[in-house]
């Protein structure tokens, strides 16, 4: 059995593989791989470990001779034509829960360093630009007594309400459907996505990219943000009609935005690196050790599971 894998991957998922008898072939460069050299390498590939940044579309699928798995090394699976890969039984699996925290705890980072104006300071203080203590500089915004607007409240969405919770904020959150647990834990209500638009200060943006959410923040809701208010996306650029907050940001018409994930990442828009009310940080939601390790294990049991005739631990399907 052949595994491919498509970028070097931190911890013993390749052990694993390995141990189980498993061919293993990573990808050796330390960039993303061209869409040539996974056509390339994946042909006769039992098993694939994939990153977000690969798109596995039909073409790619109907290249694949005797592939059973795809095991995509993240949570979201937006790259792969899931439905496709099932109809010719090829599993597809991702890597759930393991970096809820990792991704909660950079997401609430992303907040603090918005509301309390981070990057001005710390630049400030790079360029020897600091004159001492004032009593109005680098004013931001304090959490308590805020409300927080959790847009998609599945497991991420979750873990940084509960976290922004013990700031003493109160919660509100938009799902497609009631989550009758993060109502009761958070006291949390349930709005439509413009009515917690115009009423959140902090809005924290959880949902997966699919055709659905695709632009759900646009022109027409971004805009009913409250002036004072701070929008941070750690899930994917493309829910978010990214000029549009730009023009928002441009014209102060709201206080701050945090970004993780880009509109076309890893391109990214050169206005944003202008303003001086965004936090930029480059898509390292899921970027710690323990994380990462665990996520590239988890992609490793997945691919020996389905390798060996049995169920994968973490499966998706599209219906
Ligand atoms: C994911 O898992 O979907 C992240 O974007 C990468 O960790």
Redesign the pocket.
């Given at each position: 059995m052949k595994v491919f894998i498509t970028r070097k991957l931190v911890g013993k998922a390749e052990q694993m593989l390995k141990a189980n008898g498993i061919q293993v072939k990573t990808f050796p460069e330390d960039r993303a791989i061209s869409r040539a050299e996974l056509l390339k390498n994946i042909k006769d590939a039992d098993g694939i470990i994939s990153?977000?940044t690969e798109k596995i579309d039909k073409k790619v699928i109907d290249n694949l001779e005797r592939c059973k798995i795809i095991a995509?090394?993240?949570?979201?699976?937006?790259n792969i034509d899931v439905r496709y890969a099932n109809e010719k039984n090829i599993a597809v699996t991702?890597?759930p829960e393991i970096?809820t925290d990792a991704?909660a705890d950079l997401t609430v980072a992303l907040v603090l360093a918005c509301a309390r104006r981070l990057r001005e300071g710390e630049r400030m203080m790079r360029k020897n630009e600091w004159t001492g203590w004032k009593p109005q500089q680098l004013l931001g915004l304090e959490m308590k007594n805020k409300t927080v607007g959790i847009v998609g409240a599945g497991r991420i969405g979750y873990a940084v309400a509960k976290r922004m919770k013990s700031f003493g904020t109160k919660i509100i959150y938009f799902d497609r459907k009631n989550n009758l647990k993060f109502e009761k834990e958070f006291s949390a209500k349930r709005f439509s996505l413009s009515a917690l638009l115009r009423r959140a200060d902090i809005v924290s943006v959880h949902l997966p990219l699919d055709k659905k959410t695709l632009h759900i923040l646009n022109k027409d809701n971004l805009k009913q943000m409250k002036k004072n208010s701070v929008i941070v996306n750690?899930?994917?650029g493309e829910i978010i009609e990214e000029k549009s907050l730009i023009q928002l940001l441009k014209k102060k018409k709201i206080f701050a935005a945090g970004f993780?994930?880009y509109e076309g990442e890893p391109v990214i828009n050169p206005e944003l690196r202008k303003l001086d009310n965004v936090f930029l940080l480059p898509?390292i939601?899921?970027?710690t050790v323990e994380?990462?390790s665990a996520?590239a294990e988890l992609c490793a049991k997945n691919i020996i599971k389905v390798l060996s005739g049995r169920k994968p631990v973490t499966p998706v399907y599209v219906r």
């Open positions: 990153m977000f995509n090394c993240a949570v979201g699976f937006n991702n890597t970096l991704t750690t899930s994917r993780d994930v898509h939601g899921s970027a994380t990462r996520m």
